[in-house]
Nanobody
Framework: QVQLVESGGGLVQAGGSLRLSCAAS????????MGWFRQAPGKEREFVAR????????YYADSVKGRFTISRDNAKNMVYLQMNSLKPEDTAVYYC???????????????WGQGTQVTVSS
């Protein structure tokens, strides 16, 4: 069973940037797609971004397209989410997840981290 540990969250002003990291255990990390989801207070968890096993294919939610960038380093078992031009509506707990397929549904992912809080002040 893979373990995923997110870090890098925090409090930032609107317009600022944060870089989230996700460290994965296990030797098969590079075989899997990875994704980021988020859950705001009182809302359902929603898809943010995903990339395939090699990082050659990425896909973003419309709400973050052009502002967020997902990437991975298979040599280090790491996934990243660079978040620029942050908005108050980006405030949420952000989760990384291992994908059975490179999809956008929560059911496409079989392992989840504990989440990291991102708060964007106006």
């Amino acid at each position: 069973q893979v373990q995923l540990v997110e870090s890098g969250g925090g409090l930032v002003q609107a317009g600022g940037s944060l870089r989230l990291s996700c460290a994965a255990s296990g030797r098969t990390f590079s075989s899997y797609a990875m994704g980021w989801f988020r859950q705001a207070p009182g809302k359902e968890r929603e898809f943010v971004a995903r990339l395939n096993w090699s990082g050659s294919s990425t896909y973003y939610a419309d709400s973050v397209k052009g502002r967020f960038t997902i990437s991975r380093d298979n040599a280090k078992n790491m996934v990243y989410l660079q978040m620029n031009s942050l908005k108050p509506e980006d405030t949420a707990v952000y989760y990384c997840a291992r994908g059975v397929v490179a999809g956008t549904r929560q059911s496409d992912y079989d392992s989840w981290g504990q989440g990291t809080q991102v708060t964007v002040s106006s």
